[in-house]
């Protein structure tokens, strides 16, 4: 069965911020549906920068067809650590939906991917890798029509 997909943003600035620290950008290639969340560490300039330098460098190693393991590998290797805090500048997360139902979604420091069947939680399993010291969380999943 094809599967048709729809997706919303919302995006919250912080009390006085111009700008959001989070980016998100979408790509449509084909068959699939390419989404790619960051988020900034902070607020403000330098959040939103860096947020908006980590979506845009995935989604254009992406549509020049690189997979998904090189664009992690290259995220994991370029994103700048704070000194002091010792934590990623950016966050990412970038999910690949197939009209053939299925989704691969990669996550790095995110809150980890809730998906709902039946409005009911379901279980996302998760394999983790090690990529320059950062840990990596992989899922794929077999969706079904009115899955959120």
């Not at 560490?41 to 979506?55: D, E, Q, R």
């Not at 090690?130 to 999943?141: A, D, M, N, P, V």
Request: charged share 25%.
């Amino acid at each position: 069965m094809k599967l048709y997909y729809e997706w919303g943003t919302k995006q919250l600035y912080k009390r006085g911020e111009e700008l959001c620290g989070d980016s998100i950008v979408l790509s449509r290639q084909g068959s699939s549906v390419t989404l790619a969340l960051s988020d900034g560490l902070g607020s403000g300039v330098k959040a939103n920068i860096l947020a908006t330098l980590t979506t845009q460098i995935a989604m254009h190693m992406l549509e020049n067809e690189l997979s998904l393991g090189e664009v992690v590998q290259t995220l994991g290797e370029t994103l700048p650590v704070d000194r002091v805090r010792k934590l990623a500048y950016s966050t990412f997360a970038i999910a690949q939906f197939f009209s053939q139902g299925y989704a691969r979604v990669v996550e790095f420091d995110t809150p980890a991917t809730i998906l709902l069947r039946r409005r009911k939680v379901y279980p996302v399993m998760y394999e983790e890798r090690s990529i320059e010291g950062k840990t990596i969380r992989e899922s794929h999943l077999d969706l079904e029509d009115g899955d959120w």
